[in-house]
């Protein structure tokens, strides 16, 4: 019985963790994010999906640095001074991917509201596109 009420309490911490916001991170509304923009000329946009995912797909001149590799090999392309775009196939590798960065000491992070990379299976889609 203990051992059960220790793990249900472990889940529960976990999930109250996923779901905590990252002080760090602001969202910005889809009509405000344009790739051509002077706003975020200086910004780069940090792909978070598989290597393979990235292939298929993806925003140019973006770097891609998989959630299980960002806290290695963060150091090679970012810098805790840069503006960083963090595009992903859905909200929680986006939020796991803002809390490693953030506890590495970056404070300019952004993604956009409701845009996700498509992920493709058998050739369909199954999350909504990025528009860019």
């Not at 939020?95 to 000491?105: C, N, P, V």
């Not at 509201?113 to 493709?120: E, V």
């Amino acid at each position: 019985m203990t051992i059960m009420a220790l793990f249900s309490g472990i889940l529960i911490l976990w999930v109250w963790i996923q779901l905590m916001p990252v002080r760090a991170l602001t969202y910005v509304d889809p009509e405000e994010w344009d790739l051509l923009s002077v706003r975020w000329s200086n910004a780069k946009i940090l792909d978070v999906r598989d290597a393979n995912e990235y292939w298929e797909g993806h925003i140019p001149g973006s770097v891609n640095i998989s959630v299980g590799r960002l806290p290695v090999v963060w150091r090679n392309d970012l810098s805790p001074a840069d503006e960083v775009i963090i595009v992903s196939r859905n909200w929680l590798q986006r939020e796991k991917a803002a809390r490693i960065l953030a506890r590495r000491g970056f404070h300019r992070l952004y993604a956009v509201k409701g845009c996700y990379l498509p992920l493709k299976r058998g050739g369909e889609l199954y999350e909504r596109k990025c528009s860019y």
